[in-house]
């Protein structure tokens, strides 16, 4: 192999070559760690969301609890049916008003009122009313589409428990 030599110009040319292509490796080395910095930051968001969530469904079971016998439930109505509204994330939703009852029935009632729901929202939250513990039971359903968007509903409702 013979030997080649290179002018001054050539050896110029080639280590300014050489420093762009260093230059290069370096930008996408750090253009990657910022790519997964934004992504573990976005997934420590997701996480605390589902940390608060658990908290949330914690709190929800350990006041709930198991009824044995004619226990009634230390917590009104509505402050239950706030706290199933907090599970559901659907709290800035949600307008209550009291119904009035005769007391001597031992029936409590409340007049619940949503807007803007998507259908699975609208579901979840339907579903833990049905199946909360002391039993909520739920008189009467209004279902119409909202206002706020395409594909959101407005939810009315009254719901009836035990004094």
Do not use: C, W
């Amino acid at each position: 192999m013979i030997p080649v030599q290179l002018s001054k110009r050539e050896k110029n040319l080639l280590l300014a070559l050489g420093g762009l292509i260093l230059l290069s490796i370096l930008y996408f080395i750090i253009s990657g760690m910022g790519g997964y910095a934004a992504e573990q930051k976005r997934q420590a968001e997701r996480m605390e969301q589902l940390q608060i969530k658990v908290q949330a469904l914690d709190a929800s079971i350990k006041t709930s609890g198991p009824v044995r016998g004619n226990q009634a439930s230390s917590k009104s109505l509505i402050e239950r049916i706030e706290l199933l509204s907090n599970v559901s994330n659907l709290k800035d939703k949600l307008q209550l008003n009291r119904v009035p009852l005769d007391k001597a029935r031992g029936v409590e009632g409340i007049e619940i009122k949503m807007d803007g729901l998507s259908l699975d929202e609208m579901v979840h939250f339907i579903f833990s009313i049905e199946h909360a513990k002391p039993q909520i039971i739920i008189e009467q359903v209004e279902l119409t589409q909202s206002f706020k968007g395409k594909g959101r509903l407005r939810l009315s409702m009254r719901v009836l428990a035990q004094l």
